[in-house]
T-cell receptor, first 116, second 112 residues
Framework: NAGVMQNPRHLVRRRGQEARLRCSPM?????VYWYRQLPEEGLKFMVY????????ESGMPKERFSAEFPKEGPSILRIQQVVRGDSAAYFC??????????????FGEGSRLTVL | AQRVTQPEKLLSVFKGAPVELKCNYS??????LFWYVQYSRQRLQLLLR??SRESIKGFTADLNKGETSFHLKKPFAQEEDSAMYYC??????????????FGKGTLLTVNP
């Protein structure tokens, strides 16, 4: 089992461009979570998705950010019109059930976005 | 509001010495506490959780509700313990236990 796969690992964008980050959950996992880690900060929850459904997007900025987890293919975190403050590491995690009572999420290696 | 504080950004010890990574939390309900570890060039992974009361790789952590702490301890550090350690909290009510709040992390270096 290859674990949670994220790509690209590194992405550089200029201000105003769009960034798309992809996440394939572990085999057998149907729940996906996105976290963001700003420089010198801890990871912060953004959004929780199941196939074709957004369950909780309470941590997502209201504008420019969107996420999806289609029936086929990876989950995608999309950031439109990026600004320098979007520079961060974006981590995807997956779980078999809803986070399980043990809270064990399996994380990917992260995608590091740099906005010039 | 949930908050996790790891007061030490960096911690350096010698091999064989005891190590304690501090974690304090703020949460109005009954929390679940976790320690995650990230070794060099590897992904973040769960080390241990307070409800299981287990020892992993020689590490233990006890939840102290009076002091709102969940410090990670190991009596004899090994070089392979060098890593970034994150303390995390999730609210145990309402089914939102996927919403982890992380501390900023402590980088542990174990010197030979």
């Amino acid at each position: 089992n290859a674990g949670v796969m994220q790509n690209p690992r590194h992405l550089v964008r200029r201000r105003g461009q769009e960034a798309r980050l992809r996440c394939s959950p572990m085999k057998g996992h149907s729940h996906v979570y996105w976290y963001r880690q700003l420089p010198e900060e801890g990871l912060k929850f953004m959004v929780y998705l199941q196939k074709e459904n957004i369950i909780d997007e309470s941590g997502m900025p209201k504008e420019r950010f969107s996420a999806e987890f289609p029936k086929e293919g990876p989950s995608i975190l999309r950031i439109q019109q990026v600004v320098r403050g979007d520079s961060a590491a974006y981590f995807c995690a997956s779980s078999q059930g809803q986070g399980s009572n043990t809270g064990e999420l399996f994380f990917g290696e992260g995608s590091r976005l740099t906005v010039l | 509001a949930q908050r996790v504080t790891q007061p030490e950004k960096l911690l350096s010890v010698f091999k064989g010495a005891p190590v304690e990574l501090k974690c304090n939390y703020s949460y109005s309900g009954s929390p679940e506490l976790f320690w995650y570890v990230q070794y060099s060039r590897q992904r973040l992974q769960l080390l241990l959780r307070h409800i299981s009361r287990e020892s992993i790789k020689g590490f233990t952590a006890d939840l102290n509700k009076g002091e709102t702490s969940f410090h990670l301890k190991k009596p004899f550090a090994q070089e392979e313990d060098s890593a970034m350690y994150y303390c995390a909290l999730s609210g145990s009510s309402g089914g939102s236990n996927y919403k982890l709040t992380f501390g900023k992390g402590t980088l542990l270096t174990v010197n030979p």
